[in-house]
């Protein structure tokens, strides 16, 4: 089925390890999207690809650094990883405003 | 940044009966969406409504968009069990490059069987 592939589905990480979450979509979508949800919080924008070739920080992109591989791959990395960071995070793909889909997220826990 | 707030956080209701859920902004939405998040899963478009006073029905749900585009609440019917789930509203900004989706907090609902 079309849609956006998130992987790993669950991570632990202990303090300042890294890793990279990977995201891709295969509806030729040109705008790509990593979130994080926190209880209480609902879902804060991290960093966004408007298009291939370009990324921008969102509303809480510190500790993180993205890579929009091509036009279907957008990846999250987390340099050293922080308590902090311990999220759900989902990544999303838009061709407009109007047509959002989101990958089913990765369960990240940091200790 | 606008600010979308969600009430109530948390519902609690028994299947067969009514509840409404409302998102309210701090400033004039272009247009608004709303999301259904089932756990353990993303968040699924449920509507889009683009026009002040616009009403718009999906089955048992009915969204509507505040005259002066500052509000909007979904009203579900006759609730089951698989309405469960986290509701959230977003305000898809128009125009730019960007399509940047901001949520609200969301409305946690449990309908128990």
């Known amino acids: 089925n079309a849609g956006v592939t998130q992987t790993p589905k669950f991570q632990v990480l202990k303090t300042g390890q890294s890793m990279t979450l990977q995201c891709a979509q295969d509806?030729?979508?040109?705008?790509m999207y990593w979130y994080r949800q926190d209880p209480g919080m609902g879902l804060r924008l991290i960093y966004y690809?408007?298009?291939?070739?370009?990324?921008d920080k969102g509303e809480v992109p510190n500790g993180y650094n993205v890579s929009r591989l091509n036009k279907r791959e957008f990846s999250l990395r987390l340099e050293s990883a922080a308590p902090s960071q311990t999220s759900v995070y989902f990544c999303?793909?838009?061709?407009?405003?109007?047509?959002?889909?989101f990958g089913s997220g990765t369960r990240l826990t940091v200790v | 940044t606008q600010l979308l707030e969600q009430s109530p956080q948390f519902l609690s209701i028994q299947e067969g009966e009514n509840l409404t859920v409302y998102c309210n902004s701090s400033?004039?939405?272009?247009?608004l969406q709303w999301y259904r998040q089932e756990p353990g899963e993303g968040p699924v478009l449920l509507v889009t409504?683009?026009?002040?006073?616009e009403v718009k029905k999906l089955k048992r749900l009915t969204f509507q968009f505040g005259d002066a585009r500052k509000d909007s609440s979904l009203h579900i019917t006759a609730a089951q069990p698989g309405d469960t789930g986290l509701y959230l509203c977003?305000?898809?900004?128009?125009?730019?490059?960007?399509?940047?989706?901001?949520f609200g907090t969301g409305t946690l609902l449990a309908v128990q069987p």
């Open positions: 977003a305000d898809p900004p128009v125009g730019g490059a960007t399509n940047k989706l901001i």
């Open positions: 409504v683009v026009t002040g006073g």
């Open positions: 999303a793909s838009s061709q407009t405003a109007y047509g959002y889909t």
């Open positions: 509806m030729n979508h040109n705008s």
């Open positions: 400033s004039v939405f272009s247009s």
């Open positions: 690809s408007a298009s291939e070739g370009t990324t």
